[in-house]
């Protein structure tokens, strides 16, 4: 089955908010077996609304609509389906006398406006939106030319077109996909690069099902192994054999799978081996520490953090002045020495120094991008040098991700 999906308002075609609604269906579409051939977005204008669901309803077999279902003038969803179809709107009774005693429920009037959200078509069926205001529609229709078309329109607002989604309209629409369903595997990557990671896989690539495909994401290389068959556990059974082959060629450099951060399968290293880190940063403002206490859990290893913007902080804590008068203080003896004393500061296992230039001017001749981590474990410092920039916040992120990386990796050198 073909699908498409409109998104409604002229908020989300001027770019004022992300179209989230639209990013969300396209994700769960594969895994129920429905082919997404178009996305497109429409502002909130009768005409154009209507010219979009005709064309949608040529082409496609289902049209997944969300927005446009409120109370007011400009949300216009209903009656562009109503137009489309030639059907009259009607309101249903008794979902009106149930919107009425949600407000009365609430001690509030009710407008009269939103009798609006009770109206039906003959060919639409109210799908129960608990979470808010609005019903969605779900609209059967049979076009002349093209054969038996589904609408399904859902409200604008993420929680409630969420929800509807999960428990109203994906059961159903997976039981009328019946044909096959796509499962796919993410295989995390860190310290390779794309096309090296590409190159590794070759022989995999040839693969039809599952296919596979190599991309670069903000922490590391992903792999995605996707395949079709007729139930999950179908899928899942053709996914096993090339997610093995995939492990054996690349090894440690598969960091995690699927929804897995790598703050948290940092984190799960050192739980498991009771140990405990510290982090000195500069350029990345605390970014690093606020990465890794995103986890849960991470008290239990985390003992703390310092943000040391100037030198004479980073002295202050115990960084070495000779080093930073003599190599400077965007340096890897500088960094190695930040996170030496972190650790020493706060008796932890781990330091971790970060230091570098993540703003677009050069400082003291380094470049912007120019950043400096290092990792001690109370050996020697272990470091990485770049420059890369690519925006502020992105420099930063992508520091974070190499030290977190660089931990990684002693962890693993160091087994004991
Ligand atoms: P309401 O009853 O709240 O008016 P609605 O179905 O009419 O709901 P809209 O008025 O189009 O929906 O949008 C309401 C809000 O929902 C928007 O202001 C926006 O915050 C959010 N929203 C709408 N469409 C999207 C979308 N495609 N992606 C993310 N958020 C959206």
Redesign the pocket.
Known sequence: MKAEII???T??LLGE??????QYIASRLPPIGLDLYYQSTVGDNLERLTDAIERALQRSDVVLM???????ED?LTREAIAATLGEEMFVDADAEKALRAFFSARGVSFPERNVKQTMLIPSATAIPNPR???PGWWVETTRPDSGDRIIIAM????NEMQRMWEKEVEPKLSELAGGGILISRVLKTIGVGESHIDEMVAPLLKSLNPTIGVYAKPDGVYLRLAAKAETAQAARDLIAPVEEEARRILGEIIWGADGDELAAVVGEMLKARGLTMATMESCTGGLLASTITDIDGSSSYFKGGYVSYTSKMKMNLGVSADLIEKHGVISSQVAGDMARAARRALDSDYGIGVTGVAGADAVEGHPPGTMHIAVHDGRAPEGISYTFYQGRLATKRRAVTTALFLLRRSLLVHKT
């Open positions: 998104s409604v308002g908020e989300i908010i992300l179209d989230s609604n639209s969300t927005g446009g279902l409120g109370p007011t949300d808010g205001t609005a409200p604008g607002p993420p």
